[in-house]
């Protein structure tokens, strides 16, 4: 906090909520009244009186709709927290507010004129330096394409300065209404356009930007954004413009706003059609019948049509645009060595990931609705997350979906590789493994300490104590595995009928896998009769019972029955070895068959879970809720052993977590978290010696 005094030409525009007397006598309680209030030093210049509560939507939008009517002029510039100006870039504001005078595509004078940016925030870690080059090539280079020829920039966000009085004449410049306007910004920019403005874009003059530097903190960023182009696609404004533009502009319109994120949407899925059509062919045995098939086997233009593809796929197209935008300012060679040095510190890993955070949020919120504002806080400070955060940040956008994923890859392997080598495997699969790796670590891999012995340590006594706790009222999901496992089922009870059933046919994928893979163990002697389907889910069935019984057992049973208790639990443990003995004797079960029975019945009990969360009103009536949430538990508790116990053997080794520091931040960051560790320990030894 700074002292309002100390810059008398400052002004502060809030909303004042006053508490005054009745005027209906009748009623001796006070009524609330609400003030536009400007204010400067300490002196009220303007203070108006509002029809009510102001604040129907966003925080954002309502304060700039608010404040618009104590602005002065005719140009209006917004400016976010996060950004910076310069005594020389502002020299030139007034070379750009004559640009209002200019008809720019001959026709219509502008209503807004964009302005590039200068990512200050690129030499904290790489993340923040991807982010920084990635925005680089989207404010420059990217908006001049999309303003012109294209005649599509909108307003996203930047020091845009709009034409007060036409805005000011046709709604303001930012719309208000809670979750369809989540990104409030473009909106502006749609209204501009669907009301014959002109939005230009002016490289000359520029105003630095505060990037997110944390992974967790772009993340949010990334998931408000998909969120945002998620009720974009719903929303009335995309489809007027689509009806009011031309062919070409049409298309423009839809492939820079929500077509790439349907693109993104698109790209996933078909990974996920890939990997089940895999699955498809290598149990049904088409996959080993075409193998032996020459016209097959020998596709020349088929092969040629598949390298080419997969050169494409690095990525390489993708980056051409920020190559071309950095060697124009900078020089091809200084273009080349960020490219090659961007590839050395992970950019793949990272965009890699970030891809998973548009498709989740922009699927969800095309299914259920329910955008919400994710406040990123745009720390500059790069801080330790813990296990349990990482856990609830990414758990449903990626770690569910990277360990589906991982059971597909690895029965596709179990019942192929009789039939086809290692290497054919290994080109077929890369891209996807790669994939699941990066949905699965890059979390603890971009995590400053993230493999440091001592933070593993605490990270899982955290972790236990999460997941451990019982939610309920005023507990925060940041207490609670309950009270986050409810509110992540949020957008599932303000979903339409279509969403939930979606949600249900979704799901059937498991059952469908599990419907494949029992009839390939070799205990069913490969028979196709429905029985053995049946007796599939007569295990299931059984094996929910049992766990519902030991868990009423440990909610029944206080401490003077735990003798009790232990014995049924022994009692069921003896029954499921004898069981297990008497397969292996005489249904001859074996190894590979005990691993599919677990890989079958897991992802069937995921799918099962997330019918009855879409069926949450119909289940809790039947009672059964509470074994939905033991089950869940038992799943969560499953997964983050799986994610935990690679990064904690990683952390035995003192070298990974030293590489790590230097590989992904800067110099600055890295001796100021050695030097931490340093003085760390002697507090830890000091405070030992004087308890001695």
Same mark, same amino acid.
């Given at each position: 906090?700074?002292?309002?005094?100390?810059?008398?030409?400052?002004?502060?525009?809030?909303?004042?909520?006053?508490?005054?007397?009745?005027?209906?006598?009748?009623?001796?309680?006070?009524?609330?009244?609400?003030?536009?209030?400007?204010?400067?030093?300490?002196?009220?210049?303007?203070?108006?009186?509002?029809? #009510?509560?102001?604040?129907?939507?966003?925080?954002?939008?309502?304060?700039?709709?608010?404040?618009?009517?104590?602005?002065?002029?005719?140009?209006?510039?917004?400016?976010?927290?996060?950004?910076?100006?310069?005594?020389?870039?502002?020299?030139?504001?007034?070379?750009?507010?004559?640009?209002?005078?200019?008809?720019?595509?001959?026709?219509?004078?502008?209503?807004?004129?964009?302005?590039?940016?200068?990512?200050?925030?690129?030499?904290?870690?790489?993340?923040?330096?991807?982010?920084?080059?990635?925005?680089?090539?989207?404010?420059?280079?990217?908006?001049?394409?999309?303003?012109?020829?294209?005649?599509?920039?909108?307003?996203?966000?930047?020091?845009?300065?709009?034409?007060?009085?036409?805005?000011?004449?046709?709604?303001?410049?930012?719309?208000?209404?809670?979750?369809?306007?989540?990104?409030?910004?473009?909106?502006?920019?749609?209204?501009?356009?669907?009301?014959?403005?002109?939005?230009?874009?002016?490289?000359?003059?520029?105003?630095?930007?505060?990037?997110?530097?944390?992974?967790?903190?772009?993340?949010?960023?990334?998931?408000?954004?998909?969120?945002?182009?998620?009720?974009?696609?719903?929303?009335?404004?995309?489809?007027?413009? #689509?009806?009011?533009?031309?062919?070409?502009?049409?298309?423009?319109?839809?492939?820079?706003?929500?077509?790439?994120?349907?693109?993104?949407?698109?790209?996933?899925?078909?990974?996920?059609?890939?990997?089940?059509?895999?699955?498809?062919?290598?149990?049904?045995?088409?996959?080993?019948?075409?193998?032996?098939?020459?016209?097959?086997?020998?596709?020349?233009?088929?092969?040629?049509?598949?390298?080419?593809?997969?050169?494409?796929?690095?990525?390489?197209?993708?980056?051409?645009?920020?190559?071309?935008?950095?060697?124009?300012?900078?020089?091809?060679?200084?273009?080349?060595?960020?490219?090659?040095?961007?590839?050395?510190?992970?950019?793949?890993?990272?965009?890699?990931?970030?891809?998973?955070?548009?498709?989740?949020?922009?699927?969800?919120?095309?299914?259920?609705?329910?955008?919400?504002?994710?406040?990123?806080?745009?720390?500059?400070?790069?801080?330790?997350?813990?296990?349990?955060?990482?856990?609830?940040?990414?758990?449903?956008?990626?770690?569910?979906?990277?360990?589906?994923?991982?059971?597909?890859?690895?029965?596709?392997?179990?019942? #192929?590789?009789?039939?086809?080598?290692?290497?054919?495997?290994?080109?077929?699969?890369?891209?996807?493994?790669?994939?699941?790796?990066?949905?699965?670590?890059?979390?603890?891999?971009?995590?400053?300490?993230?493999?440091?012995?001592?933070?593993?340590?605490?990270?899982?006594?955290?972790?236990?104590?999460?997941?451990?706790?019982?939610?309920?009222?005023?507990?925060?999901?940041?207490?609670?595995?309950?009270?986050?496992?409810?509110?992540?089922?949020?957008?599932?009870?303000?979903?339409?009928?279509?969403?939930?059933?979606?949600?249900?046919?979704?799901?059937?994928?498991?059952?469908?896998?599990?419907?494949?893979?029992?009839?390939?163990?070799?205990?069913?002697?490969?028979?196709?009769?429905?029985?053995?389907?049946?007796?599939?889910?007569?295990?299931?069935?059984?094996?929910?019972?049992?766990?519902?019984?030991?868990?009423?057992?440990?909610?029944?049973?206080?401490?003077?029955?735990?003798?009790?208790?232990?014995?049924?639990?022994?009692?069921?443990?003896?029954?499921?070895?004898?069981?297990?003995?008497?397969?292996?004797?005489?249904?001859?079960?074996?190894?590979?068959?005990?691993?599919?029975?677990?890989?079958?019945?897991?992802?069937?009990?995921?799918?099962?879970?997330?019918?009855?969360?879409?069926?949450?009103?119909?289940?809790?009536?039947?009672?059964?809720? #509470?074994?939905?949430?033991?089950?869940?538990?038992?799943?969560?508790?499953?997964?983050?052993?799986?994610?935990?116990?690679?990064?904690?053997?990683?952390?035995?080794?003192?070298?990974?977590?030293?590489?790590?520091?230097?590989?992904?931040?800067?110099?600055?960051?890295?001796?100021?978290?050695?030097?931490?560790?340093?003085?760390?320990?002697?507090?830890?030894?000091?405070?030992?010696?004087?308890?001695?």
């Amino acid at each position: 906090m700074f002292p309002i005094d100390r810059y008398p030409s400052l002004r502060v525009a809030y909303i004042d909520e006053v508490e005054e007397p009745n005027k209906d006598k009748t009623k001796k309680v006070n009524q609330k009244v609400y003030y536009s209030v400007l204010v400067k030093a300490a002196q009220v210049i303007y203070r108006i009186k509002l029809p #009510g509560p102001a604040i129907l939507g966003e925080g954002k939008p309502e304060n700039q709709n608010h404040a618009i009517i104590f602005t002065r002029g005719e140009g209006l510039q917004t400016i976010d927290m996060n950004q910076d100006n310069y005594m020389e870039e502002a020299l030139k504001m007034r070379n750009l507010l004559q640009e209002f005078l200019k008809k720019h595509d001959g026709v219509r004078y502008p209503t807004i004129l964009g302005l590039r940016e200068h990512i200050f925030t690129g030499s904290v870690s790489s993340l923040a330096w991807f982010m920084s080059n990635q925005e680089t090539s989207f404010v420059t280079i990217g908006q001049r394409l999309l303003a012109n020829p294209l005649k599509v920039r909108f307003h996203y966000g930047h020091p845009d300065v709009f034409d007060r009085l036409f805005h000011l004449t046709r709604g303001g410049i930012s719309k208000a209404s809670k979750v369809i306007n989540l990104s409030e910004d473009i909106f502006a920019g749609f209204n501009s356009t669907l009301r014959e403005g002109n939005v230009t874009h002016h490289e000359y003059i520029q105003v630095g930007k505060g990037r997110d530097v944390g992974l967790n903190q772009i993340s949010m960023f990334e998931a408000k954004i998909a969120n945002g182009n998620g009720e974009q696609t719903l929303s009335r404004d995309i489809y007027r413009l #689509g009806h009011r533009f031309d062919y070409f502009r049409m298309l423009s319109c839809y492939f820079t706003t929500v077509g790439f994120y349907f693109s993104t949407l698109i790209t996933v899925l078909t990974v996920y059609v890939f990997l089940y059509g895999r699955l498809y062919l290598v149990l049904s045995g088409l996959e080993e019948g075409l193998k032996n098939q020459r016209a097959i086997r020998d596709n020349k233009p088929l092969q040629v049509a598949l390298a080419s593809q997969s050169f494409v796929q690095i990525g390489f197209l993708m980056a051409l645009p920020m190559l071309m935008e950095i060697g124009l300012e900078r020089g091809f060679r200084t273009a080349l060595s960020e490219f090659i040095l961007m590839q050395l510190q992970l950019a793949p890993v990272f965009f890699t990931f970030s891809l998973g955070t548009k498709t989740h949020y922009y699927g969800r919120t095309l299914l259920h609705g329910g955008a919400k504002y994710r406040s990123t806080g745009r720390g500059f400070v790069v801080f330790h997350a813990k296990f349990a955060d990482n856990y609830r940040l990414y758990s449903r956008s990626h770690f569910v979906k990277g360990i589906e994923m991982m059971i597909l890859l690895v029965v596709y392997e179990i019942f #192929g590789q009789s039939y086809r080598s290692a290497l054919a495997y290994v080109l077929i699969t890369i891209s996807m493994w790669f994939m699941v790796g990066t949905w699965l670590f890059a979390p603890f891999l971009f995590n400053p300490s993230g493999f440091e012995w001592q933070k593993i340590v605490d990270d899982w006594t955290d972790w236990n104590k999460w997941i451990s706790n019982r939610g309920g009222i005023g507990v925060p999901p940041e207490k609670s595995w309950e009270s986050w496992w409810e509110e992540e089922q949020e957008h599932l009870r303000h979903s339409g009928k279509r969403g939930i059933v979606a949600e249900i046919l979704l799901s059937l994928r498991f059952f469908i896998y599990q419907y494949g893979l029992v009839y390939h163990l070799s205990m069913t002697k490969k028979a196709k009769t429905k029985s053995v389907y049946g007796i599939s889910w007569c295990v299931i069935f059984l094996i929910l019972f049992v766990m519902k019984t030991v868990s009423v057992g440990r909610r029944r049973f206080s401490a003077n029955f735990q003798l009790v208790f232990r014995l049924i639990k022994g009692l069921i443990f003896i029954s499921f070895m004898s069981i297990l003995v008497t397969l292996i004797a005489l249904a001859h079960l074996t190894v590979q068959d005990i691993v599919l029975c677990i890989l079958a019945f897991m992802p069937t009990g995921w799918g099962m879970l997330l019918i009855a969360q879409a069926c949450k009103p119909v289940v809790q009536r039947a009672g059964f809720w #509470g074994s939905v949430r033991t089950l869940a538990r038992g799943f969560e508790i499953v997964i983050g052993l799986l994610l935990f116990t690679p990064v904690a053997f990683l952390a035995w080794f003192p070298f990974v977590s030293e590489f790590q520091t230097r590989m992904l931040f800067n110099q600055a960051f890295s001796r100021g978290l050695q030097i931490s560790r340093i003085l760390g320990g002697q507090r830890k030894d000091r405070s030992s010696r004087n308890k001695e």
